[in-house]
């Protein structure tokens, strides 16, 4: 089975500054990676998925996820927050073979500030 | 699209009642999936169908939690007897095809007292 490790839950970050997001995966087999987003009282929404190809991936809103295969990882990095960025971040990985499961990490806030 | 739907949005319910939570799917969706969110354990996948058939439902935490999917376009998540432990939020997701993107509705905020 496939499961992600976010590697910070809190992320506090001043306005117009860069931000990155760190997420490692482990699976003995290949996966897709996601990259969600969660606004205060709402749903998920997705931000990016990697599935195959190249391993930059643009989502919305201005974020990108590198795929690095021999890292095990898929950070997320934003050049220049806003405010409106306040949100929880969720990584996911699945199988797409054996185990259609969305396995989730456990979340980084990012909190923006003036 | 009007994307997934979820009723009710929040509920608030005493310690033995029957709740029961509703979802509409995106529809043409093949894939339906049952979350549960708390600050304690996370998202936590719970069931999904596959054309209507239930077909994992190991994240079920016990025989109170049942699930349902009578058509391609509804299903329900009935706890029966609730229990304050069963306060979280509960999400409803959608997906065309097996390790696609899930599309997650709003969610039902539920508070067993």
């Known amino acids: 089975a496939q499961s992600v490790t976010q590697l910070d839950s809190q992320v506090p970050v001043f306005e117009e500054a860069p931000v990155e997001l760190r997420c490692n995966y482990s699976?003995?087999?290949?996966?897709?990676l996601f990259w969600y987003v969660q606004y205060p009282n709402q749903g998920l929404q997705l931000l990016l998925k990697?599935?195959?190809?190249?391993?930059l991936v643009k989502g919305i809103n201005g974020f990108e996820a590198e795929f690095n295969k021999s890292q095990t990882s898929f950070h997320l990095r934003k050049p220049s927050v806003h405010i409106s960025d306040t949100a929880e971040y969720f990584c996911?990985?699945?199988?797409?073979?054996?185990?259609?499961?969305?396995?989730f990490g456990a979340g980084t806030t990012v909190t923006v500030r003036a | 699209d009007a994307g997934v739907i979820q009723s009710p949005r929040h509920e608030v319910t005493e310690m033995g009642q029957e709740v029961t939570l509703r979802c509409k799917p995106i529809?043409?969706?093949?894939?339906l999936f049952w979350y549960r969110q708390t600050m304690m354990r996370g998202l936590e996948l719970l069931i999904y169908?596959?054309?209507?058939?239930?077909?994992?439902d190991s994240g079920m935490p016990e025989d109170r939690f049942s699930a349902k999917m009578p058509n391609a376009s509804f299903s329900t998540l009935k706890i029966q007897p609730s229990e304050p432990r069963d306060s979280a939020v509960y999400f409803c997701?959608?997906?065309?095809?097996?390790?696609?993107?899930?599309?997650f509705g709003p969610g039902t905020r539920l508070t067993v007292l």
């Open positions: 699976s003995s087999v290949s996966v897709y």
């Open positions: 169908f596959n054309n209507n058939v239930p077909i994992d």
């Open positions: 990697y599935l195959s190809g190249s391993t």
């Open positions: 529809s043409g969706h093949d894939y």
């Open positions: 996911a990985v699945t199988n797409p073979i054996n185990d259609y499961k969305l396995s």
């Open positions: 997701a959608s997906s065309l095809g097996r390790g696609r993107t899930q599309y």
